[in-house]
Protein backbone atom coordinates (compact mmCIF):
# COMPACT_ATOMS: atom_id res chain seq x y z
CA UNK A 1 0.00 0.00 0.00
CA UNK A 2 1.43 3.46 -0.67
CA UNK A 3 2.35 6.05 2.05
CA UNK A 4 -0.24 8.35 0.22
CA UNK A 5 -2.87 5.66 0.79
CA UNK A 6 -1.77 4.97 4.40
CA UNK A 7 -2.14 8.28 5.05
CA UNK A 8 -5.35 8.63 3.80
CA UNK A 9 -7.22 5.90 5.76
CA UNK A 10 -5.09 7.29 9.27
CA UNK A 11 -6.83 10.62 8.31
CA UNK A 12 -10.15 9.03 8.22
CA UNK A 13 -9.85 7.39 11.66
CA UNK A 14 -8.52 11.08 12.72
CA UNK A 15 -11.71 12.45 11.05
CA UNK A 16 -14.10 9.83 12.58
CA UNK A 17 -12.29 10.21 15.97
CA UNK A 18 -12.82 14.06 16.06
CA UNK A 19 -16.32 13.60 14.63
CA UNK A 20 -17.09 11.61 18.00
CA UNK A 21 -15.44 13.18 20.47
CA UNK A 22 -17.56 16.33 19.72
CA UNK A 23 -20.54 14.64 20.09
CA UNK A 24 -19.20 13.87 23.62
CA UNK A 25 -17.60 10.41 23.12
CA UNK A 26 -15.14 9.60 25.89
CA UNK A 27 -11.49 9.42 24.55
CA UNK A 28 -11.32 5.84 26.08
CA UNK A 29 -14.09 4.64 23.48
CA UNK A 30 -12.57 6.22 20.67
CA UNK A 31 -8.98 6.09 20.74
CA UNK A 32 -8.30 2.43 19.71
CA UNK A 33 -10.15 3.51 16.28
CA UNK A 34 -6.62 5.58 15.89
CA UNK A 35 -4.03 3.69 17.69
CA UNK A 36 -4.91 0.58 15.40
CA UNK A 37 -4.43 2.39 12.20
CA UNK A 38 -1.46 4.30 13.04
CA UNK A 39 0.18 1.22 14.79
CA UNK A 40 0.00 -1.18 11.67
CA UNK A 41 -0.72 1.65 8.98
CA UNK A 42 2.35 3.61 10.07
CA UNK A 43 4.23 2.41 12.46
CA UNK A 44 4.24 -1.48 10.87
CA UNK A 45 4.47 -0.63 7.24
CA UNK A 46 8.11 -2.76 7.35
CA UNK A 47 6.65 -5.84 8.97
CA UNK A 48 8.53 -6.34 12.02
CA UNK A 49 8.37 -4.71 15.78
CA UNK A 50 12.10 -4.42 15.48
CA UNK A 51 11.94 -3.23 12.13
CA UNK A 52 9.49 -0.12 13.13
CA UNK A 53 12.20 0.73 16.19
CA UNK A 54 13.74 4.56 15.30
CA UNK A 55 15.65 3.76 18.29
CA UNK A 56 17.23 0.52 20.83
CA UNK A 57 18.72 1.30 24.32
CA UNK A 58 22.14 0.26 25.01
CA UNK A 59 21.15 -2.25 27.39
CA UNK A 60 18.65 -3.80 24.79
CA UNK A 61 21.05 -4.54 21.92
CA UNK A 62 20.92 -8.08 21.23
CA UNK A 63 17.27 -8.20 23.02
CA UNK A 64 14.82 -10.05 20.92
CA UNK A 65 11.08 -10.61 20.92
CA UNK A 66 9.59 -13.97 22.25
CA UNK A 67 11.32 -13.86 26.01
CA UNK A 68 9.81 -11.13 28.02
CA UNK A 69 12.71 -8.68 28.03
CA UNK A 70 12.30 -6.30 25.45
CA UNK A 71 9.55 -3.76 25.13
CA UNK A 72 8.36 -1.97 22.41
CA UNK A 73 7.38 1.60 23.33
CA UNK A 74 6.30 5.00 21.98
CA UNK A 75 9.18 7.63 23.07
CA UNK A 76 6.32 10.10 23.62
CA UNK A 77 3.19 8.56 24.94
CA UNK A 78 0.28 7.69 22.91
CA UNK A 79 -1.88 10.39 23.91
CA UNK A 80 0.52 13.55 23.07
CA UNK A 81 0.09 11.92 19.46
CA UNK A 82 -3.49 11.45 20.08
CA UNK A 83 -4.35 15.12 21.56
CA UNK A 84 -2.42 16.92 18.60
CA UNK A 85 -4.29 15.01 15.76
CA UNK A 86 -7.87 15.39 17.30
CA UNK A 87 -6.46 19.42 17.55
CA UNK A 88 -6.17 19.55 13.74
CA UNK A 89 -7.92 22.09 11.86
CA UNK A 90 -7.13 20.77 8.62
CA UNK A 91 -6.76 17.04 8.82
CA UNK A 92 -4.51 16.09 5.64
CA UNK A 93 -1.77 13.89 4.65
CA UNK A 94 0.74 16.29 5.08
CA UNK A 95 -0.25 17.82 8.55
CA UNK A 96 -0.85 13.86 9.96
CA UNK A 97 2.60 12.97 8.17
CA UNK A 98 4.00 16.26 10.01
CA UNK A 99 3.16 15.16 13.46
CA UNK A 100 3.59 11.10 12.69
CA UNK A 101 7.17 12.16 11.67
CA UNK A 102 7.49 14.15 14.85
CA UNK A 103 5.78 12.22 17.70
CA UNK A 104 5.25 8.64 16.63
CA UNK A 105 8.75 7.56 17.27
CA UNK A 106 9.36 3.65 18.65
CA UNK A 107 12.15 2.71 20.81
CA UNK A 108 12.93 -0.71 22.19
CA UNK A 109 14.05 -0.89 25.96
CA UNK A 110 14.00 -3.41 28.45
CA UNK A 111 11.89 -4.61 30.97
CA UNK A 112 13.97 -3.29 33.35
CA UNK A 113 14.24 -0.11 32.15
CA UNK A 114 10.28 0.28 31.55
CA UNK A 115 9.81 0.03 35.09
CA UNK A 116 12.19 2.28 35.97
CA UNK A 117 10.24 4.74 33.51
CA UNK A 118 6.93 3.76 35.52
CA UNK A 119 9.28 3.92 38.85
CA UNK A 120 8.86 7.80 38.39
CA UNK A 121 5.62 8.08 36.65
CA UNK A 122 7.22 8.82 33.28
CA UNK A 123 5.75 5.47 31.64
CA UNK A 124 2.43 7.03 30.10
CA UNK A 125 3.81 11.20 30.29
CA UNK A 126 6.35 13.11 29.58
CA UNK A 127 8.41 15.14 32.32
CA UNK A 128 6.69 17.89 33.49
CA UNK A 129 9.61 20.00 32.33
CA UNK A 130 9.12 19.14 28.76
CA UNK A 131 9.64 21.91 25.81
CA UNK A 132 7.51 19.69 23.44
CA UNK A 133 10.33 19.50 20.85
CA UNK A 134 12.12 16.94 22.70
CA UNK A 135 10.30 12.90 21.96
CA UNK A 136 13.56 11.20 24.03
CA UNK A 137 12.90 13.14 26.46
CA UNK A 138 11.40 10.79 29.33
CA UNK A 139 14.88 8.54 28.34
CA UNK A 140 17.15 11.08 29.31
CA UNK A 141 15.17 12.27 32.21
CA UNK A 142 15.96 9.13 33.92
CA UNK A 143 19.63 8.08 32.35
CA UNK A 144 18.55 5.70 29.30
CA UNK A 145 21.10 6.13 26.39
CA UNK A 146 19.26 5.19 22.98
CA UNK A 147 20.93 4.62 20.08
CA UNK A 148 19.25 5.19 16.54
CA UNK A 149 18.89 1.93 15.05
CA UNK A 150 19.40 0.52 11.33
CA UNK A 151 15.90 -0.88 10.56
CA UNK A 152 13.82 1.63 11.27
CA UNK A 153 11.69 2.61 7.89
CA UNK A 154 12.27 6.38 6.89
CA UNK A 155 10.21 9.17 8.26
Known amino acids: MSESKRLELIAEAVRYCQRVSA ?3 PASAFSKALREPIHFLWERR ?5 AAAHYRSRSAVGLSFGNGTLVYDH ?5 YLQRRLLALETVDEPSIRALLQQLNLIALI ?5 QMLRSVGLNKSMPKDWDGNDPLARYKEIGIELMPTREAVNV
Open 23 to 25: MGM
Open 46 to 50: AGSKT
Open 75 to 79: AVPFI
Open 110 to 114: TKDED
